[in-house]
């Protein structure tokens, strides 16, 4: 079955510390995989994707995200937070050709104090 | 920047009324989706659609649920007969492509209330 687990449902730090999500999915075959971000009130964009080659990925805003195959795994990172960064984050893998359809996790609802 | 719209922001029906949710995708897409997220709930894949057919749909999208785009501009998703639990915030995206970087953009959601 396809599926996607997103260890943290709430996370609360101060502004600097560093960030990261944890996100393991369940799909047979080729996966592609994104990470979208919704700030409050603003609808859900992209923060960044994988689809093939270098593992570790570069998203907006400084995030970034390793793919690690033999782990299932798509992890969230941030060095340094903001208070701009709170926000819901969900990890939503997609198959690849004709499977369109992206598979969601229940979200971490982030929260940076200033 | 292009983006996708949706419109009513929230509609509150009365059970087993019908209501149609319309999005406007961004105008060079072609392949459609909705979804939707029950309070507390995980975001759920109800139906995609493409070349004026669906092209795929999930448990969820039964024959009460249904998919239209009428014109050059607007999908649509109408529910027949509205039950309590359809309450929930539904989501329109579009892509320009499948794969490669087809790129889902969402739009703001519609919040639904079914009393």
């Known amino acids: 079955a396809q599926s996607v687990s997103q260890h943290n449902h709430h996370v609360i730090l101060s502004e600097a510390a560093s960030l990261e999500l944890g996100c393991n999915y369940s799909?047979?075959?080729?996966?592609?995989l994104f990470w979208y971000v919704q700030y409050p009130g603003q609808h859900l964009q992209l923060l960044l994707k994988?689809?093939?080659?270098d593992p570790l990925v570069k998203g907006i805003k400084g995030f970034e995200a390793e793919f690690i195959k033999s782990k299932f795994s798509f992890n969230l990172r941030k060095p340094s937070v903001q208070w701009s960064d709170t926000a819901e984050y969900f990890c939503?893998?997609?198959?690849?050709?004709?499977?369109?359809?992206?598979?969601w996790g229940l979200g971490t609802s982030l929260a940076v104090n200033p | 920047e292009p983006e996708v719209t949706q419109t009513p922001s929230h509609q509150v029906t009365q059970m087993g009324q019908e209501v149609i949710l319309r999005c406007v995708p961004i105008?060079?897409?072609?392949?459609f989706y909705w979804y939707r997220q029950i309070l507390g709930q995980k975001v759920e894949f109800l139906v995609s659609?493409?070349?004026?057919?669906?092209?795929?749909k999930s448990e969820i999208f039964d024959d009460q649920f249904s998919v239209e785009r009428p014109d050059g501009s607007n999908f649509t998703l109408k529910i027949r007969s509205t039950k309590l639990e359809d309450s929930a915030m539904y989501f329109c995206?579009?892509?320009?492509?499948?794969?490669?970087?087809?790129?889902?953009?969402f739009g703001p959601g519609t919040r639904l209330t079914v009393l």
């Open positions: 659609f493409y070349n004026n057919e669906i092209s795929e």
């Open positions: 799909y047979g075959g080729t996966v592609n």
């Open positions: 994988y689809f093939s080659g």
């Open positions: 939503a893998p997609r198959g690849a050709g004709n499977n369109r359809k992206l598979i």
């Open positions: 105008s060079n897409h072609l392949y």
């Open positions: 995206a579009s892509s320009d492509r499948v794969s490669g970087s087809g790129e889902q953009f």
